[in-house]
């Protein structure tokens, strides 16, 4: 069946700045709390890969640059290093360097007529700031970010139309803070909420500058947040499991997509943290910024579905607060999955969430920000000239692409689709494991770059307008 893409439908790819620069150009003391996890704990990265070298994008920019023009892509989402860029973070004074690199990606980028979309905070967070002020629990770092973002905004606002906020803003206070898997190895749900709250409101006040100020916002342009959500899917329809689904939806989407796009958080959500000992530092005065300043867009980072149900033994109550005493995870019988990574595949999600955003969420403009496929091993799939194999990658790409087709078509706002990544690149303490891009990286002979199948299938359904699926429809179903 042929699926058939609009004319002004971004098809194109996202990448992080840690995920690809490396450290090269970096002055003493501008590592970001990423960077610092790798220097601590070099051993739990996957071979020993870090971010030191990433793919050498900072050298080589230019060259893939003139690779996503080669494949047609129309847009690349990318981020600034906030550890790199800013010189003097309590001040908000640039680094000249940075900056110089900064403008010449962008410039590249429009050069090779790829639209640049820029990310503020893909994890990028300055380890000075979280050692001396605690990071993202500090309403300081809040001021420091948005003395950051305008100085983003005064040197690329006038050729970047579209900027975030932040990527993944949870990921960090949920792995890192709440439940100890990531650096610096906490478990503190009340700290992890105040991250996630700050994170709001720095979002709010960076918007409210972008709209006020005229960096690009009254020529068109617009500002969002990118948010790694899913569907939550009860294990059944009894009270308990959807109760459960409810509760899940609540702390891991809907503490960013309500008062993101709708201004205000959910009505429970306070009450809750105070009934387990876990309310935040929260004013009138920021309430009244975040439901002021709410976003234009919303970026979409979807993996795979939450499928949850009721607690199945009670909480320890030796145990402090953390939001599984309301849910546990289920497992779907026949799932369809990636086994390299472990996760569900499952595409009719994507457009099940672009139900819940045109049907709960004002029809919010939006795009896919990240969706992808990692596989480990996929130098062993190559043909005769050395070309990656990678028709799973095609299939997920295709199956989830037409989900998404379909969601277009029943009017929801999506405007365009970012595979993860363009190129393989380092991923959290899984390192170069599993492989992500249309673009490898051949980590045996000098980092150097080679299209894959999937990249040559991008690029001619970008030049022909549609692709061709059959697909695996009835596991769907």
Known sequence: MKYFLSKNFMMGASAAAWQTEGWEGKKPGQESLIDAAYKVNPDRWY???????????????????????????????????WSRFIKNYETGEVNEDAAAFYDGVVDELIKNGVEPIICLEHWELPNQLFEKYGG?????????????AEAAF????????????????????????????????????????????????????????YHEKDYGYQSGGKIGIIINAAPSYPRSQSTDDVKAADMYDLFFNKIYTDP????????????????????????????????????????????????????????NP???????????????????????????????????FAMILKNEYNNIPWLVTE?????????????????????????????????????????????????????????????????YGYIEIDLDDNRNRRIKKSGYWFKKTVEDGYFEYDGFEPVYK
């Open 47 to 81: 071979e020993g890969y870090g971010p030191t070298i990433a793919t050498d994008f900072y050298h080589r920019y230019k060259e893939d640059c003139k690779l996503m023009k080669e494949m047609g892509l129309k847009a690349y989402r990318t981020s600034i290093d």
């Open 136 to 148: 993202w629990n500090s309403k300081e770092v809040v001021e420091f970010y948005v003395k950051y």
């Open 154 to 209: 005064k040197l690329l606002g006038s050729k970047v139309k579209y900027w975030f906020t932040f990527n993944e803003p949870i990921v960090f206070p949920e792995l890192a803070i709440m439940d100890g898997i990531w650096y610096p190895y906490k478990s503190d749900t009340q700290e992890a909420m105040q991250w996630n709250y700050n994170k709001v409101l720095a979002n709010a006040k960076a918007v409210k500058i």
């Open 260 to 315: 993101c796009i709708k201004g205000t958080f959910p009505e429970i959500y306070f009450p809750l943290l105070k009934k387990h000992d876990c309310m935040i530092a929260v004013t009138d005065e920021e309430l009244a910024i975040i439901q002021a300043n709410t976003i234009d867009m919303m970026g979409l980072n979807y993996y795979r579905p939450n499928r949850v149900k009721a607690r199945s033994a009670a909480w």
């Open 318 to 352: 030796e145990v402090k607060f953390n939001p599984q005493y309301y849910y546990e995870n289920y497992e779907l019988q026949g799932k369809k999955m990636n086994p390299f990574r472990g996760w569900e595949i499952y595409a009719k999600g994507l457009y099940d």
């Open 371 to 435: 969706n992808g496929m990692g596989v480990a091993g996929e130098e062993k799939h190559k043909d005769a000239d050395g070309v990656i194999q990678d028709d799973y990658r095609i299939d997920f790409v295709a199956d989830h692409l037409r989900w998404l087709l379909k969601a277009v078509e029943e009017g929801s706002q999506c405007f365009g689709y970012l595979m993860w990544n363009f190129t393989d690149n380092v991923s959290p303490y899984n390192a170069f494991k599993n492989r």
